[in-house]
């Protein structure tokens, strides 16, 4: 171990100071290595939509000031005295969380986003000692080696941020409700979510179509590998789809109607959420009933699936489309997400920080 490394690592951040208050770059410590530590100098750290709910604390919660940043992509600085798997130089990646018990059902099983104990969030969380974490808009983080990823050559580095959150999230549930072959799934909403999971379930050999607001992007959803794509503001779209879907895949960050999304399900079917709007969805339990339909959620994906998933994007060249910015152009990306006018994920340089 470097012995540079024993002390505290002094990185510059982007932060804000309280709720809706605009970035600016601080000094925060990152923690002296451990045993097991790896600490990662950060390259390019993706914008999802959940730091915006976070910064603005529209689920309440939030501690600032607060770092956002869970998609995050750098090269390993130096490494703890027990870490094995990674190197100095290694490209690794860092998603949306940093800890968890390790010996629950859950850890186990390599879902460890769903510990019982408590999974630690990568920021605006508490670690087991009590300590806050501050996540990628960071020159550097310390992250146990456990909870590092590898990024594969195949995939440029700027590219691969957005899939440590984004990738993930779309990945894991289109694999848990086995969408492929001979499915018939929908992907609702195409910001940074939506764009990669129609990339992915075209990968796993699904038949798939893309609901937007708009048809905007219809030519991008089917360079993506969409097979068909609809616009929701067309009251059409709900008649001629009806009963249609396997599975639908909502990625949008505000409520929808959702007995409308329901109404497009076969028998058996699923309406699996990832968006997360900060208010209570509406149904009617009837949707349910009359087709035997399911509601469900996902969050993220575990450590293990999080490695299958980049070098399953790396294998099938699944890339999200990308602008790299400037750190001092955060807060325009985050009116610009907020409007929908990101084609189709913001990336911080952080060099630029
Ligand atoms: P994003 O880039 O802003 O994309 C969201 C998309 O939803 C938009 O591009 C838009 O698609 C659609 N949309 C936005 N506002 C809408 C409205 N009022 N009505 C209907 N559609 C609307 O956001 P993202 O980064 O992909 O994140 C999406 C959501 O997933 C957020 O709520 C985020 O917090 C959540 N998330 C959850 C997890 C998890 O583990 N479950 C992980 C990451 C993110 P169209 O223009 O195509 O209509
Ligand atoms: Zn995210």
């Given at each position: 171990m470097c012995n540079q490394h024993t002390n505290t690592t002094p990185t510059r951040v982007l932060s804000v100071a309280n709720a809706k208050a605009p970035f600016e770059t601080t000094t925060i410590e990152r923690r002296a290595l451990r045993p097991d530590d790896v600490l990662i100098d950060i390259k390019f750290s993706g914008i999802c939509h959940s730091d915006i709910h976070s910064a603005f604390d529209e689920w309440g919660g939030g501690m600032f000031p607060m770092v956002p940043g869970h998609e995050i992509a750098g090269v390993v600085e130096a490494v703890g005295q027990n870490v094995t798997k990674y190197a100095v130089g290694d490209r690794v990646g860092v998603g949306c969380f940093v800890d968890s018990c390790g010996e629950c059902e859950y850890c186990l099983a390599g879902d460890e986003q769903y510990c019982t104990k408590g999974v630690v969030q990568t920021y605006n969380s508490l670690d087991y000692d009590g300590e806050q974490t501050y996540g990628g808009y960071s020159q550097k983080i310390v992250v146990k080696e456990g909870f590092v990823v590898r990024i594969p050559d195949a995939l440029e580095m700027d590219v691969a941020s957005p899939l440590l959150c984004a990738g993930i999230t779309t990945y894991s549930p289109l694999k848990h409700w086995n969408v492929g072959p001979g499915k018939k799934v929908a992907i609702v909403g195409m910001g940074g979510l939506g764009h990669v999971a129609i990339q992915f379930a075209h990968a796993m050999g699904a038949e798939v179509t893309v609901l937007s607001r708009s048809m905007n992007k219809e030519s991008e959803a089917l360079s993506f590998g969409a097979d068909h794509y609809f616009a929701t503001s067309n009251e059409e779209t709900f008649k001629e789809l009806a009963g249609r879907f396997d599975v639908i895949l909502n990625t949008v960050s505000a409520n929808l109607e959702v007995d409308a999304y329901l109404?497009?399900?076969?028998?058996?079917g699923t309406l699996v959420n990832v968006g997360a709007p900060a208010e209570p969805d509406q149904y009617s339990v009837f949707s349910l009933i009359m087709g035997r339909r399911s509601i469900a959620g996902s969050l993220v994906g575990g450590i293990k699936e999080t490695q299958e998933m980049l070098n399953f994007a790396a294998e099938h060249k699944i890339a999200p489309q990308i602008e790299v910015i400037n750190a001092s152009q955060v807060d325009e990306a985050y009116e610009r997400v907020l409007k929908s006018d990101v084609r189709y994920r913001f990336v911080i340089d952080v060099a630029t920080l």
């Open positions: 109404s497009l399900l076969r028998i058996d």
